[in-house]
């Protein structure tokens, strides 16, 4: 079962560029790197997934080094509207995904 | 396309009393959850369906009871309420395990 550890919370100002790291060291070879965003009182949404090295796609990148053992969750230029709770999940494909757990996550609070 | 729907959206249960959660996708997908959220906390997951007709637990399954009744529907079952089983309840479904999980609007739980 990979454990996930994030920062409780980061605080930013709206425009800058907000980078969240996620360790999760007992990462197995076959777990990919998931980042949801919660608001409050709704329920968490997909914002990008990854397996290793960097993907982007039109609201954020995942940084993922070689090793492995953490992630980077990267919002460029972050608004108002960013500021919400992330949460970084590690899981296997088709295997045993259903014991991935959520952590805690990051409360990102953007400022003006 | 509604996505995942939850019913009731808010219920208050007396202790010792029982009620069902009902979960329902229309996205065709194969894979099911139920996590509990509470208050600053992170989602737990309580039991997942990785497909239709099996049901395995997860973190925190304990006073709980699930039943998979199509590909469509995952119930959650209460049998008999505790105040400790006050909390948010989401609903999520995947294409498969491990896959993007989508997520329902959250069930809002108070038991007295």
């Known amino acids: 079962l990979a454990k996930t550890t994030q920062p409780i919370s980061m605080d930013s100002y709206e425009g800058q560029e907000v980078n969240i790291t996620c360790s999760h060291n007992?990462?197995?070879?076959?777990?990919?790197i998931t980042w949801y965003q919660q608001f409050p009182s709704q329920g968490p949404r997909f914002i990008i997934q990854?397996?290793?090295t960097k993907v982007t796609n039109e609201v954020a990148s995942l940084f993922i080094p070689a090793d492995r053992k953490s992630s980077t969750l990267s919002l460029p230029r972050v608004s108002l509207s960013d500021t919400a709770v992330y949460y970084c999940?590690?899981?296997?494909?088709?295997?045993?995904?259903?014991?991935?757990?959520f952590g805690d996550g990051t409360t990102l609070t953007v400022k003006p | 396309n509604a996505g995942v729907t939850q019913t009731p959206k808010f219920q208050v249960l007396k202790t010792g009393q029982s009620m069902t959660l009902q979960c329902a996708q229309d996205?065709?997908?194969?894979?099911m959850y139920w996590y509990r959220q509470d208050p600053g906390m992170g989602l737990r997951l309580i039991y997942y369906?990785?497909?239709?007709?099996?049901?395995d637990k997860g973190e925190v399954p304990n006073g709980y009871n699930v039943s998979r009744l199509n590909k469509r529907e995952f119930s959650l079952r209460l049998e008999s309420a505790a105040p400790s089983q006050t909390s948010v309840y989401f609903c999520?479904?995947?294409?498969?395990?491990?896959?993007?999980?989508?997520f329902g609007p959250g069930t809002r739980l108070l038991v007295l």
């Open positions: 369906s990785a497909s239709e007709g099996t049901t």
């Open positions: 007992n990462i197995a070879t076959n777990d990919y």
């Open positions: 999940l590690v899981g296997g494909l088709n295997t045993n995904a259903g014991k991935s757990t």
């Open positions: 990854g397996y290793k």
């Open positions: 996205m065709n997908h194969n894979s």
């Open positions: 999520a479904s995947s294409v498969d395990r491990g896959e993007t999980q989508y």
